[in-house]
């Protein structure tokens, strides 16, 4: 059982260029998460999607846009990659609300030069 | 907006048992989760509490005082693999949106 996939693990930027996060589920979870986790902290939402077909911002969404394209997956894109986007990026799923156990991938890092 | 405070860093001895607290300033509060993360590793959940009072799960015991915005994790006989970090996250809202906090350094030394 696979539960959160993410691709790729490790990507190296630079300032300027663009790139998608993949993230797929399969738990069949109505709600899916990106956060990013920066060295040291915790993690931040940047957005979530409650819902296949909608999606709404988090914490931190400025430089970021996502994609629900199905049930599944759920896409992270930068734009324009910027230094200060350098971290580490979760995706997750949980069932729904009501404080339901967040699933997390293994994470994507992202380092941007 | 939301804020969760917790201790930077916590050492405590193998078979010993460690609390973690977690104190929280919310627009609004549904309830106070727990994750544990290995380095390099995923958050993987703990527990939930949406209620005041003590819920056990095995050696991990959680807390919850909403009167207080305070809230902890007990590990009781601790063992060399729960070293790693835990973060306590608020759910703020009817959705399943979590704010999480800075995270807590478990060190366990034999």
């Known amino acids: 059982n696979a539960g959160v996939t993410q691709t790729p693990k490790f990507q190296v930027l630079k300032t300027g260029q663009s790139m998608t996060l993949q993230c797929a589920q399969d738990m069949n979870h109505n709600s899916m998460y990106w956060y990013r986790q920066d060295p040291g902290m915790g993690l931040r939402l940047i957005y979530y999607?409650?819902?296949?077909?909608?999606?709404d911002k988090g914490e931190v969404p400025n430089g970021y846009n996502v994609s629900r394209l199905n049930k599944r997956e759920f896409s992270l894109r930068l734009e324009s990659a910027a230094p200060s986007q350098t971290s580490v990026y979760f995706c997750?799923?949980?069932?729904?609300?009501?404080?339901?156990?967040?699933?997390f991938g293994d994470g994507t890092r992202l380092s941007i030069l | 907006g939301q804020s969760l405070e917790q201790p930077s860093e916590v050492t405590a001895v193998e078979g010993a048992i460690v609390q973690i607290n977690c104190t929280y300033q919310t627009s609004g509060f549904y309830g106070l989760s727990w994750y544990q993360q290995h380095d390099g590793g995923a958050p993987t959940f703990l527990s939930y509490n949406a209620l005041d009072g003590l819920e056990e799960t095995g050696r991990f015991s959680s807390f919850l005082s909403r009167s207080d915005s305070y809230g902890y994790l007990l590990l009781q006989e601790l063992q060399m693999k729960d070293s790693a970090s835990y973060f306590c996250a608020a759910r703020g809202n009817a959705g399943n949106m979590l704010t999480f906090g800075g995270g807590t350094r478990l060190m366990v030394k034999p």
């Open positions: 999607s409650a819902s296949e077909g909608t999606t």
């Open positions: 997750a799923s949980s069932e729904g609300g009501q404080g339901r156990a967040q699933h």
